[in-house]
């Protein structure tokens, strides 16, 4: 089972920082678009911002200026930086690393979760 091993998340006030991290096997890792996705309670997953191989970003709207992404190949890890919380951001952050198989199949693996919450 592929293991992405998640750290940061918390409790932080509205208008605070925080940073996720994680790591990935390194033959995972170099091979997949790195992500993060979060899921707030009864809605449904989402994606929040994505790193891929060819070093381009995507964000979701709703963190755009205030969230960044980086992938650090070397410690085969990503990161969230996220400052300006919000509490609309409380939710589960999931690691997410996607990639093609060898009959160009779609595959994901997750992370375990990291609680982030938000107080206003």
């Known amino acids: 089972q592929v293991q992405l091993v998640e750290s940061g998340g918390g409790l932080v006030q509205a208008g605070g920082s925080m940073r996720l991290s994680c790591t990935a096997p390194?033959?995972?890792?170099?091979?997949?678009?790195m992500g993060w996705y979060r899921q707030a309670p009864g809605k449904q997953r989402e994606l929040v911002a994505q790193?891929?191989?060819?070093?381009?970003?995507n964000y979701a709207d709703s963190v755009k200026g205030r969230f960044i992404i980086n992938r650090e190949d070397a410690k085969n890890t990503v990161y969230l930086e996220m400052i300006s919380l919000k509490p609309s951001d409380t939710a589960v952050y999931y690691c997410?690393?996607?990639?093609?198989?060898?009959?160009?199949?779609?595959?994901?693996?997750w992370g375990q979760g990291t609680q982030v919450t938000v107080s206003s």
């Open positions: 997410n690393a996607h990639r093609f198989g060898t009959r160009g199949a779609e595959i994901d693996s």
């Open positions: 790193f891929t191989r060819e070093s381009s970003t």
């Open positions: 390194r033959s995972l890792f170099r091979i997949s678009d």
